[in-house]
């Protein structure tokens, strides 16, 4: 009886171990102790969850000079822009996932707080959110980034400017 419960002991010394790297999850079986007369003791089975990890985007930013061909504003100060792309320039250091002139929705990225607040009273989050009040046509250049994984994610504005059309 004693070597059956160092057995149990060390399988789920084992699957606790395991669990905590993250790289298996246990599936509960039972693992109860045999009643009198029993002598199968089942123990935990592990599985590789790595289909279910999600792995972040690399660090990315490019530039863009893009013209506003949609707004759409919700509770302040979130808003989504439709950029359609006009130029795409490479920011030194970081990789680029924007690689094609087209239409994309962007989303603010505010700096937040621990609760999840936006910080407005950060100027770089005042700035980005007066972006909610441009006009369809209007040309602006903008840092951009795609936040997500392999599976979605979207296209976050940084910061942005407008650029004056030349007479």
Same mark, same amino acid.
């Given at each position: #009886?004693? &070597? =059956?419960?160092?057995?149990? @002991?060390?399988? =789920?010394?084992?699957? *606790?171990?395991?669990?905590? @790297? ?9 693992? %109860? =102790? !045999? ?7 089942? %123990?935990?089975?592990?599985? !590789? ?23 759409? &504003? ?13 130029? @795409?320039?490479?920011? !030194? ?6 690689? %094609? &002139?087209? +239409?994309?929705? *962007? ?9 999840? %607040?936006?910080? #407005?009273?950060? !100027?770089?989050?005042?700035? =980005? +959110? ?9 040309? @602006? ?19 942005? &400017? ?6």
């Amino acid at each position: #009886m004693n &070597r =059956l419960r160092e057995t149990l @002991i060390t399988s =789920l010394i084992i699957g *606790v171990a395991i669990a905590g @790297i993250g790289c298996f999850e246990i599936q509960e079986k039972d693992i %109860s =102790l !045999p009643k009198e007369g029993e002598e199968e003791v089942t %123990s935990p089975t592990f599985q !590789p969850v790595h289909p279910t990890r999600r792995v972040p985007a690399a660090p990315n930013r490019c530039k863009v000079v893009a013209e506003v061909v949609g707004v759409e &504003r919700f509770e302040y100060p979130r808003f989504e822009l439709t950029l359609q792309i006009k130029e @795409i320039k490479d920011i !030194p250091g970081y990789k680029n996932f924007l690689k %094609s &002139r087209k +239409a994309i929705k *962007v989303y603010p990225q505010f700096i937040i707080d621990y609760d999840g %607040s936006i910080l #407005m009273s950060l !100027p770089q989050n005042v700035e =980005l +959110a007066e972006a909610c009040y441009l006009l369809i046509g209007k040309k @602006i250049e903008a840092d951009i980034t795609y936040r997500g994984d392999e599976r979605g994610g979207s296209w976050n504005i940084i910061n942005w &400017r407008e650029v004056k059309e030349e007479k």
